[in-house]
């Protein structure tokens, strides 16, 4: 019994596998479409016959896996153990009965689909549905039209490929939108697609520490009759990638925040940490802050780490002598000098060229990071930054 039960806990983990493959399973090509990749053909050159292709292996070969687990039962000799242990009910002959059916109704479903150039594939009506005729039957001939364009345009070197996970990604190109799952893909022409973000999710990546990964979901609504909506779920750091690619603006819903950068994410962290810093009293009245122009300067540079006491080390934090003249997020930016902020603060441009620039990619460290004042060079770390308490 040991043995049948270790086959039972084995064969579901295999199957887990092949249906939604995990990152070894990929990176050692372990996947359908690399081991049928022969069958299958060229993605770039014909990217929608590849994806009716691997849509119907795809289908197949997991309704074959019920069928495979009981041909290992009768292989390897535990069909005693299945009589007793379902000795009081029919669970085990309705079981066999539909992993036989299952692969021979798909199959016949796949035959069907592939009648007068896979017309009735579900890939095929999605697409014939922007076919620019009003009958139906030329809807069915002219979705290899479509089917044209969509190669076409995939073959360009500009489309932006966003991979959510081993079994889905999403593919932005001039102007198409679509969304590759195992058994279709969904489409929709930007012209007349709407794109609404309507929620968003942040979860811990260690409960032991502050890093955090967040999800936003992006609701795509076609407008052409007949097509059908869907959903795109991705890393918020993807955004600015289909941002930059769609035609169409991204409407967000008013209750909705989330970092559309890591530059964003970054500041909120730091305004966080500079929130526990305690206050500068300061009683004189403030300026507009010289790096936006916009917002009044709020913060100082008052030295409150316990770095550099003593020591003489060049290398410590040390007094900063300037008056207030940044607000918090001018501070913040210019503590990771990211490269867009050559645009968004002209009077950083300056000191962007000799500062000191950040490691962006470990946003972890930028925290306990030292940086020099924009205007007198001396050194400061995040303990120095404090708001400033009108007197």
């Not at 009965?97 to 299952?102: F, H, R, Y």
């Not at 190109?173 to 022409?189: E, G, S």
């Not at 052409?224 to 690619?245: C, E, H, T, Y």
Request: a neutral charge.
């Amino acid at each position: 019994m040991s043995a049948f039960f270790f086959y039972t806990l084995f064969y579901i983990l295999i199957s887990g596998c092949i249906i939604y493959p995990p990152t070894e399973f990929v990176s050692a090509g372990l996947t359908i479409k690399d081991i049928f990749s022969n069958w299958l053909g060229n993605e770039n050159e014909f990217f929608v016959q590849y994806h009716i292709k691997r849509s119907v292996i795809t289908l197949f070969v997991h309704s074959v896996l019920p069928c495979g687990y009981t041909f290992g039962l009768v292989l390897f000799g535990h069909i005693d153990n299945i009589s007793v242990l379902l000795s009081h009910v029919n669970v085990w002959s309705i079981f066999l009965a539909c992993s036989i059916l299952m692969p021979v109704y798909t199959l016949s479903k796949i035959l069907i689909w592939s009648m007068n150039n896979w017309k009735k594939h579900p890939i095929a009506k999605n697409l014939a549905v922007y076919c620019n005729s009003s009958n139906n039957n030329n809807n069915n001939i002219l979705w290899t039209t479509v089917a044209s364009d969509i190669n076409v345009e995939y073959q360009r070197i500009d489309k932006v490929i966003l991979t959510t996970n081993s079994i889905t990604c999403v593919i932005v190109t001039d102007n198409w939108i679509i969304k590759v799952l195992p058994y279709k893909i969904m489409v929709a022409h930007q012209n007349d697609t709407a794109l609404i973000v309507n929620r968003s999710d942040t979860h811990e990546m260690s409960p032991t520490t502050r890093g955090e990964v967040q999800f936003i979901n992006i609701e795509v609504k076609p407008t052409r009759a007949g097509s059908q909506p869907f959903d795109i779920r991705l890393n918020v750091f993807d955004f600015k990638n289909l941002q930059d690619k769609v035609s169409r603006p991204i409407i967000i819903l008013q209750n909705i925040t989330f970092h559309k950068t890591l530059l964003d994410k970054f500041i909120d962290n730091f305004k966080q940490q500079v929130q526990e810093n305690p206050r500068y009293e300061y009683a004189e009245e403030l300026n507009q802050c010289i790096g936006c122009m916009q917002a009044s300067s709020n913060v100082k540079l008052h030295k409150q780490c316990s770095s550099g006491i003593g020591s003489g080390n060049p290398e410590d934090c040390m007094i900063c002598y300037c008056r207030p003249m940044w607000c918090i997020d001018c501070m913040a930016k210019w503590l990771v000098h990211d490269i867009y902020n050559f645009f968004e603060c002209i009077v950083l441009k300056f000191f962007f060229l000799i500062g000191l620039h950040q490691d962006k990619m470990k946003m972890q460290t930028w925290l306990s990071s030292q940086c020099t004042c924009p205007v007198c060079r001396v050194r400061f770390c995040i303990l120095d930054v404090c708001l400033i308490q009108l007197i």
